[in-house]
């Protein structure tokens, strides 16, 4: 085998030897990949029921109710749609109506998801930055300092 033959063959088991690492850690990391979506973009794209996923926006103010055993409903919303999200355990000490929340779990069914994992805003001027941007972009963002003045 000459010189050129030796390092084209190195060359290619190389590349074929990183591909297949590239495929293998892909595979693993599908499952721990969860996107975001806001109520607008879930309710237009409407993902299959069982697929994991994470809702932001504000909790809909007159939405919050109490069930049995620590499960509380309530909605999200991004002021154009509303998603109706459940979720039994205990919410964050923050956690309350007209505030930003990023809900992360499962979709049920159109409009309605089930949440394992609640988190709330934990600054009076904070707002999980991927909720202000779908916020922004349908021109529903409120500046605190506007918010203030009215």
Do not use: C
Request: no cysteine; glycine share 12%.
């Amino acid at each position: 085998m000459t010189r050129k033959g030796r390092r084209l063959a190195i060359i290619s088991g190389a590349g074929f030897t990183l591909a297949i690492a590239v495929g293998l850690i892909l595979f693993a990391l599908r499952d721990s990949v969860v996107f975001f979506y806001g109520p607008t973009e879930m309710a237009e794209k409407a993902p299959p029921r069982g697929t994991r996923l994470r809702i932001g926006g504000l909790v809909k103010r007159g939405s919050l109710t109490y069930g049995g055993s620590s499960t509380v409903v309530f909605a999200v919303t991004d002021l154009k749609h509303d998603i109706k999200v459940s979720y039994t355990g205990l919410l964050p000490d923050l956690f309350r109506e007209g505030q930003g929340v990023v809900a992360e779990g499962t979709v049920e069914g159109p409009g309605l998801f089930h949440a394992d994992t609640v988190l709330a805003k934990h600054d009076e001027r904070y707002m999980p930055k991927d909720v202000a941007d779908k916020l922004k972009q349908q021109d529903t963002w409120r500046n605190e300092r506007s918010a203030r003045a009215q």
